[in-house]
Nanobody
Framework: VQLSESGGGSVQAGGSLRLSCIVS????????LGWFHQAPGKGREGVAR???????SYADSVKGRFTISQDNAGNTLYLEMNSLKPEDTGMYYC???????????????WGRGTQVIVSS
């Protein structure tokens, strides 16, 4: 599995960004993908995840502001980020779980990340 993120950038608080992750090499029809956030000096934390059955879940800190989705072909994972806050600043990583499991901060296949900077 290979993951490649894009779409990061610098925005002012209240702005929006859409992150993309190209997913390749995923042969399992049962899978789970997610987005993780790593703030400066902190560990990676799960932001949102999407399973192959369409089930989604979000961290409390982003509920109502972020939306995870996938294109119809299943090749690209998105994270739509609205009402961005300075605390959303950091690296965002696309992640794939091992087999049918959802990605975890201590066990996942990772992309290289894309940086988001939100200024106040």
């Amino acid at each position: 599995v290979q993951l490649s993120e894009s779409g990061g950038g610098s925005v002012q608080a209240g702005g929006s960004l859409r992150l993309s992750c190209i997913v390749s090499g995923y042969a399992d029809s049962n899978y789970c993908l997610g987005w993780f956030h790593q703030a400066p000096g902190k560990g990676r934390e799960g932001v949102a995840r999407l399973a192959s059955d369409g089930d989604t879940s979000y961290a409390d800190s982003v509920k109502g502001r972020f939306t995870i989705s996938q294109d119809n072909a299943g090749n690209t994972l998105y994270l739509e980020m609205n009402s961005l806050k300075p605390e959303d600043t950091g690296m965002y990583y696309c992640a794939a779980g091992i087999g049918s499991f959802c990605p975890r901060s201590d066990l996942a296949i990772w992309g290289r990340g894309t940086q988001v900077i939100v200024s106040s």
